[in-house]
């Protein structure tokens, strides 16, 4: 297969900060209804014969709306659904930025969406908003995905810093180790005082006076979604991308 | 057919004001992409054999799966495009609280978002993000919609307020007069304010630093996008469904 292009942690910063604001959004939109729990059941309120809940039933139909315009052929693009259409458009061609593999996280993603995050920024109950939740579900779960799976560019870029540091671990198999090297407290700490900065921006409500009032998700659940669940998620990614690194030199 | 429901301007404040958010972000997630002309004109980089372009095949597949979850069963949403599927879903029984009516102003909508709206909040050029472009233009038009047809229940409530008054007005057909009825010049001065308090609050760059920098939208160009575009739209329909009013008392 032909090289990589050199990859830069200076290059996908970029793509990385403004993923944070698709992703705060997503979740504002989505907290302004509440929690809905039937839309998750499996046969909840899905159309009859769906063996999946609602939610999953939009994300499929969606899915394959995106597929035929080749969203998943772009390799930062990973879908939670199986038996998507091909492609109705002619292929684009991307060159090579990370090594080809089959890592996705999605099925843990949406999981972990489901049980632990939305409880987290809706109110409970049921307003009969199912269609709306279930439209804001399929953008969080998007842009949430394209996130975690950055992690597979992310892991390319501090391989290339750092050959045979990471060889060695990984030949070892030692996947704390990895994890260890992979790990920039800094960065990370900058990234949840950011976060809290824009969910405060953000997500701060400005009533019919324009003046502010209460926050729509408290900034720190937003820091939180992202120490607890998004940077490890992302951090999973990489491992598992460096595991493989090896094995097409 | 049964008795509307008494509607209240006070009502229908709170969802008006919330979509407000929703439109800011949808415009803001369009504005990270280039105005990528492309995916604006018939055959451009649609499909082979579609009529349309790249954008209109987008909206017509997620009208098609978003109908077949019956969101235009709803007296608030309405499809942009003809020949969409039925629901697969039971029917849901909406209190009555408008008249029903067809008005629909998506094909004037969908005119000026692509020929002026989007070409005062993107830059110019291609940076082939098609797919994403035309994802954010789905979401932008949905959102606009909604608060365009939205006029019909805010007639609904004026109308309500001062029957005797509109319907002179309504029987001798006299739109400018309708329109300077319907006109609250004040409560549209604290719309226009409140609208760029918010521009601003949800378009600000953080940095990676945590630091405020620039816009990504002016606040006053979303301010203008409401006066010069989303009101008098709003108003239009307004009108259009006063001077269907008194045929169906």
Same mark, same amino acid.
């Given at each position: 297969?032909?090289?990589?292009? #050199?990859? *830069?942690?200076?290059?996908?910063?970029?793509? %990385?900060?403004?993923?944070? !604001?698709?992703?705060?959004? /997503?979740? $504002?939109?989505?907290?302004?209804?509440?929690?809905?729990?039937?839309?998750?059941?499996?046969?909840?309120? /899905?159309?009859?014969?769906? #063996?999946?809940?609602?939610? =999953?039933?939009?994300?499929?139909?969606?899915?394959?709306?995106?597929?035929?315009?080749?969203?998943?052929?772009? #390799?930062?693009?990973?879908?939670?659904?199986?038996?998507? #259409?091909?492609?109705?458009?002619?292929?684009?061609?991307?060159?090579?930025?990370?090594?080809?593999?089959? $890592?996705?996280?999605?099925?843990?993603? @949406?999981?972990?969406?489901? !049980?632990?995050?939305?409880?987290?920024?809706?109110?409970?109950?049921?307003?009969?908003?199912?269609?709306?939740?279930?439209?804001?579900?399929?953008?969080?779960?998007?842009? %949430?995905?394209?996130?975690?799976?950055?992690?597979?560019?992310?892991? &390319?870029?501090?391989?290339?810093?750092?050959?045979?540091?990471?060889?060695?671990?990984?030949?070892?198999?030692?996947?704390?180790? %990895?994890? /260890?090297?992979?790990?920039?407290?800094?960065?990370?700490?900058? *990234?949840? @005082?950011?976060?809290?900065? @824009?969910?405060?921006?953000?997500?701060?409500?400005?009533?019919?006076?324009?003046?502010? =009032?209460?926050? @729509?998700?408290?900034?720190?659940?937003?820091?939180?979604?992202?120490? =607890?669940?998004? $940077?490890?998620?992302?951090?999973?990614? &990489?491992?598992?991308?460096?595991? &493989?690194?090896? &094995?097409?030199?």
């Amino acid at each position: 297969m032909p090289d990589l292009e #050199p990859l *830069l942690l200076d290059d996908l910063r970029g793509s %990385l900060i403004r993923q944070e !604001e698709t992703i705060i959004f /997503a979740l $504002i939109e989505r907290a302004q209804f509440k929690l809905n729990p039937i839309v998750y059941q499996p046969g909840g309120c /899905a159309p009859p014969g769906f #063996p999946g809940s609602f939610c =999953e039933y939009l994300l499929y139909e969606t899915e394959k709306v995106h597929a035929r315009v080749r969203r998943y052929t772009s #390799p930062d693009e990973h879908p939670f659904c199986r038996d998507l #259409p091909a492609p109705v458009l002619p292929l684009l061609a991307f060159p090579p930025r990370i090594r080809p593999t089959a $890592i996705n996280l999605n099925d843990r993603l @949406k999981a972990h969406y489901v !049980e632990h995050l939305l409880p987290g920024i809706c109110a409970p109950g049921d307003d009969q908003n199912y269609g709306s939740s279930a439209v804001c579900d399929v953008a969080c779960l998007q842009a %949430l995905s394209k996130r975690i799976h950055y992690g597979k560019f992310i892991a &390319e870029a501090k391989f290339q810093q750092d050959r045979a540091g990471y060889a060695a671990l990984i030949r070892a198999r030692d996947r704390t180790a %990895l994890l /260890a090297r992979l790990t920039d407290a800094e960065v990370e700490a900058n *990234l949840l @005082k950011r976060v809290a900065v @824009k969910a405060a921006a953000y997500g701060q409500e400005i009533g019919a006076d324009a003046r502010r =009032e209460a926050y @729509k998700i408290a900034p720190a659940r937003v820091a939180a979604i992202y120490e =607890e669940f998004i $940077i490890p998620l992302t951090k999973d990614v &990489e491992v598992l991308y460096l595991l &493989e690194r090896l &094995e097409r030199p």
